[in-house]
């Protein structure tokens, strides 16, 4: 199994300024099938990148993801009120798919 | 627009069986070959774990965790998937959710909508 491994585990930033979040693999799983979920409190998460690079359907513009192999990244460009939730990386590659632990993006 | 919702018990019984369903609106299960349909949970405070998924012909693949316990299924007349997990344990609650996977050219899958969830508690 696939573990993914998110860093930082929390994220103090304030609005405008810009998140990197990292998402990195315990083994490579082929090609670039990792995804990115934004989840708020008691909401279902949220698609926002897959294929590593591509943006969902109706996903603003200053989120951007990248990587290949075992290290990914996503970055939001200018954070806005809306932005600050938990962040999950998925890996489809490999099954099982499995999740990392999140990041939580907080207001400072 | 696709949406999605679970439906079943909010609390079930240790060693008994779990049993949810997810309906499907403003689109059919059985119209497109692009799509798995999915299960995924979450227990309190935690991360996700993927269950598995089922294609509109009943193909099914799933976590080789839980396998022995998961039953997927579909009924395209209803236009539903279901989850049917056996033998549950405390460590078995969790909000389940059901999501539409998006099938890549070479069968892999992620998730685009996903239903608001549920929350099952095993518990006597």
């Known amino acids: 199994e696939i573990v993914l491994t998110q860093s930082p585990g929390t994220l103090s930033l304030s609005p405008g300024q810009r998140a990197t979040l990292s998402c990195r693999a315990s083994q490579n799983f082929g090609n670039t099938y990792l995804a990115w979920y934004q989840q708020k409190p008691g909401q279902a998460p949220r698609l926002l990148i897959h294929?590593?690079?591509n943006r969902a359907t109706g996903i603003p513009d200053r989120f951007s993801g990248s990587g290949s192999g075992t290290d990914f990244t996503l970055t939001i460009s200018r954070l806005e009120p809306e932005d600050f939730a938990v962040y999950y990386c998925q890996q489809y590659g490999s099954s099982p798919y499995t999740f990392g632990r999140g990041t939580k993006l907080e207001i400072k | 627009q696709l949406q999605l919702r679970e439906s079943g018990p909010g609390l079930v019984k240790p060693s008994e069986t779990l049993s949810l369903t997810c309906t499907v609106s403003d689109a059919s299960i059985s119209s497109s070959a692009s799509y798995y349909w999915g299960w995924i949970r979450q227990p309190p405070g935690e991360s996700l774990e993927w269950i598995g998924n089922?294609?509109?012909?009943?193909?099914?693949f799933d976590n080789p965790s839980l396998t022995s316990r998961v039953t997927i299924s579909v009924d395209t007349s209803k236009n539903q998937f279901s989850l049917r997990l056996n033998s549950v344990t405390a460590a078995d609650t969790a909000v389940y959710y059901c999501?539409?996977?998006?099938?890549?050219?070479?069968?892999?899958?992620?998730?685009?909508?996903w239903g608001q969830g549920t929350l099952v508690s095993v518990s006597s």
């Open positions: 999501a539409r996977g998006v099938r890549t050219y070479n069968g892999q899958v992620f998730f685009d909508y």
């Open positions: 294929g590593s690079s």
């Open positions: 089922i294609y509109f012909n009943g193909g099914t």
